[in-house]
């Protein structure tokens, strides 16, 4: 199974558009979505081209391969245009044998995760900053942010052949 995995758009109709086409390109089996989709939150800037409305139909459209969890800035509202599910709190698939436990991060992360067995993966968001480490036997990894990373690239991650690997999206 090919996975993409990324967080934090915040309506960005321009990182969302870049998205799309390296979800074109990638042409994953599922597309998990770790929260933060269109709004870009009290703390934060405008991201560019900030227009939610715009960011509905793009993901819309892939829908049938979209898992989403809600993030800090998602609300009801955001459910009633966005035609996949948006709102729980954590999302589980299973994949090549492993679990993989999906949380935006404002909660659940490396330093409070949930209970979970030696070999999982915990993918999370919210601190649009990449990483990878192990905790304790859990292999936890953040794709970064697309749309406004705190690190200075804008990314996501591909899961393909039991690999993860971290993408960047050109501007």
Not at 61 to 68: D, Q, S, T
Not at 84 to 112: E, I, R
Not at 149 to 156: A, F, L
Request: hydrophobic share 35%; with cysteine; net charge negative.
């Amino acid at each position: 199974m090919k996975l993409l995995i990324a967080s934090d758009i915040h309506g960005s109709a321009y990182w969302c558009g870049r998205l799309m086409e390296e979800i074109k390109k990638e042409n994953p089996d599922r597309v998990a979505l770790l929260g933060d989709l269109l709004y870009h939150g009290p703390r934060n800037d405008l991201p560019r081209d900030y227009a939610p409305k715009q960011v509905i139909p793009m993901l819309s459209e892939i829908r049938e391969k979209i898992v989403a969890v809600r993030g800090n800035c998602e609300a009801e509202v955001d459910q009633m245009v966005l035609p996949f599910p948006c709102m729980a709190d954590y999302a589980q698939l299973l994949v090549d044998g492993k679990l993989f436990h999906l949380s935006h991060g404002h909660h659940q992360n490396p330093d409070a995760l949930p209970p979970l067995p030696q070999g999982s993966c915990f993918l999370f968001g919210h601190t649009h900053v990449k990483l990878d480490r192990t905790v304790n036997g859990i292999r936890c990894l953040n794709p970064g942010s697309v749309s406004i990373p705190k690190d200075g690239r804008h990314s996501y991650l591909i899961y393909e052949n039991q690999n993860f690997s971290f993408k960047i999206l050109e501007d």
